[in-house]
């Protein structure tokens, strides 16, 4: 099972909005509504963000939203903050009853 | 509050075995399957593999990465999930994470324990 698709690095200034991707398959992302995102501080465990592609858990601001179009799911952060500074990585069930993660994505806030 | 644990890391020669523990506490541990995931130095994560709860017959699915070397197993009793490793390889070199699998979300996480193996 592949690694799912993140593009290596985002950045974008406080207040704006940026949009990470998470492309997989038709056996992963494509094929079920069981992609989560995750935030990891550098030294810190992951935090989930968002689950079942747009579902935020108590706690999460709602400047985090998900959605997923095809093979390709996304995670937008809107009026991004200082502390989102962090790497995000999606993850998805697979057909295989297996899970993957994506490459992760490092993002700046200029 | 939910806390889970991880300890039993820490230094060991190629070929050799390693189990790591996960002590968890907060909610009902027996309704829950449990996952690991590991992340080596610098990289990024990697699902390892999960154990599913006593009702879903405790039934386990691995990474390809480790299939056949590692083992998950639970004991609800001590609210206790396991990741027995054996024939360790350099490259499992990694945080081992251990998680609470809510439906198909990894929604909690413990501190991670560092397993090196070199000789």
């Known amino acids: 099972q592949s690694a799912l698709t993140q593009p290596a690095s985002v950045s974008g200034s406080p207040g704006q909005s940026i949009t990470i991707s998470c492309t997989g398959t038709?056996?992963?992302?494509?094929?079920?509504?069981?992609v989560s995102w995750y935030q990891q501080h550098p030294g810190k465990a992951p935090k989930l963000m968002i689950y079942?592609?747009?579902n935020r858990p108590s706690g999460v601001p709602d400047r985090f939203s998900g959605s997923k179009s095809g093979n390709t799911a996304s995670l937008t952060i809107s009026g991004l903050q200082a502390e989102d500074e962090a790497d995000y990585y999606c993850?998805?069930?697979?057909?295989?009853?297996?899970?993957?993660f994506g490459t992760g994505t490092k993002v700046t806030v200029l | 509050e939910v806390q889970l644990v991880e300890s039993g890391g820490g230094l060991v020669q190629p070929g050799r075995s390693l189990r790591l523990s996960c002590t968890a506490s907060?909610?009902?541990?027996?309704?829950?399957?449990m996952s690991w995931v590991r992340q080596a130095p610098g990289k990024g994560l990697e699902w390892v593999g999960f154990?599913?709860?006593?009702?879903?017959?405790?039934?386990?699915e691995y990474a390809a990465s480790v299939k056949g070397r590692f083992t998950i197993s639970r004991d609800d009793s001590k609210s206790i999930a396991y990741l027995q490793m054996n024939s360790l390889k350099t490259e499992d070199t990694a945080v081992y994470y251990c998680?609470?699998?809510?439906?198909?979300?990894?929604?909690?996480w413990g501190q991670g324990s560092l397993v090196t193996v070199s000789s």
């Open positions: 154990i599913r709860s006593k009702t879903y017959g405790e039934t386990t």
């Open positions: 993850s998805s069930y697979t057909s295989s009853t297996t899970y993957v």
């Open positions: 038709g056996s992963d992302v494509g094929g079920y509504n069981y």
């Open positions: 998680t609470r699998l809510a439906a198909a979300q990894f929604d909690y």
């Open positions: 079942e592609v747009y």
């Open positions: 907060g909610f009902t541990f027996g309704d829950y399957a």
